[in-house]
């Protein structure tokens, strides 16, 4: 780097204010080594503010360099330590503004290739996507795409499944969006999802059929049926301990039971409007059905027929 691209990068962290132009003088010196610093890192967040809403291109190559710096150059070599992750989060989060696109965007290809990272940073980016989609008061395509890559991202921490976190958040972002324009595909993730947790929760060795319960298999497939998960599955709700750990009461898990034998029996009769609704309430949702929480329970009742029915008396 030269001397003169050096003083600009010292004007960057020093007073945070610079032209276009000698902004992109900056990334253009500094791109062609990649990052070797954290101060040159920390300049890159700044121009960011500058450079993100005029150069189409900018997006891209703001995450690899800053991917590659926290991946490739800090040791160790793949993984972000706890201190990083506390790094990242203080650029990405400052008093003054909520993450930009840009900075989410890095946080997803960060989570999404690193060989392991704090949970904390998973955490983190699900909330400020779920908050994005919040504020916007609608969850637009893009943003339903990351939210499903933010769920991809929450297996690198060792979750297989989805999370009684990740699911709380899903509920929260639905009831700030309920009854918006939501592109369709908001419906579907919120029920492939929320139905991946509910059955991992209630299931009574979990560990036993990871392939056929993994959330990469479940939220990948967008076609509208996870092809059938008992059937891959090979288990019966009257069987094993099923609904133990949703009530902790063996009687009630007894009654799920045979509740959930007992609908999964009359598989083809469609569940109504009332029934929906008692279903909800028992399990303390909003009384009000979401066109996702109605998503979420037609979707278990064709992949696991009587699973809700079964739920609804151990909860």
Do not use: C
Request: net charge negative.
């Amino acid at each position: 780097m030269d001397q003169e691209t050096n003083n600009m990068m010292e004007r960057v962290t020093k007073l945070g204010e610079m032209s276009e132009t000698e902004a992109r003088r900056i990334v253009n010196e500094t791109y062609k080594d990649g990052i070797v610093s954290r101060g040159e890192a920390e300049a890159l967040f700044r121009i960011n503010d500058v450079l993100k809403s005029t150069d189409p291109e900018w997006s891209s190559r703001f995450q690899e360099a800053l991917k590659d710096y926290l991946l490739t150059r800090e040791p160790p070599e793949g993984w972000v330590t706890d201190e990083e992750a506390d790094w990242l989060l203080a650029q990405v989060h400052t008093d003054e503004a909520k993450p930009s696109l840009e900075e989410i965007d890095l946080l997803l290809a960060i989570l999404r290739q690193a060989e392991g990272a704090p949970q904390k940073l998973a955490h983190y980016t699900i909330e400020a996507i779920s908050a994005r989609i919040i504020a916007d008061g609608v969850a637009n395509l893009n943003m339903v795409e990351r939210m499903r890559y933010a769920l991809y991202a929450g297996s690198s921490d060792g979750g297989l499944w989805v999370t009684a976190f990740e699911a709380g958040i899903l509920f929260k972002t639905n009831d700030g969006i309920a009854n918006a324009r939501n592109a369709s595909t908001w419906n579907d993730l919120f029920a492939r999802a929320v139905g991946n947790h509910l059955m991992a929760r209630a299931h009574p060795d979990p560990k036993t059929v990871e392939n056929a319960l993994s959330r990469e298999a479940w939220l990948k497939d967008t076609s509208g049926s996870t092809g059938g998960f008992f059937a891959r599955m090979g288990a019966s709700f009257t069987n094993g301990s099923w609904f133990e750990k949703v009530t902790y009461n063996g009687d009630k898990a007894a009654k799920a039971r045979m509740a959930a034998a007992e609908a999964a029996a009359r598989e083809a009769e469609k569940v109504t409007a009332d029934e929906n609704s008692w279903l909800l309430r028992r399990l303390g949702w909003d009384e009000k059905i979401s066109p996702a929480e109605n998503a979420l329970i037609e979707f278990l009742k064709k992949e696991a027929p009587g699973f809700t029915q079964g739920l609804v008396i151990a909860a």
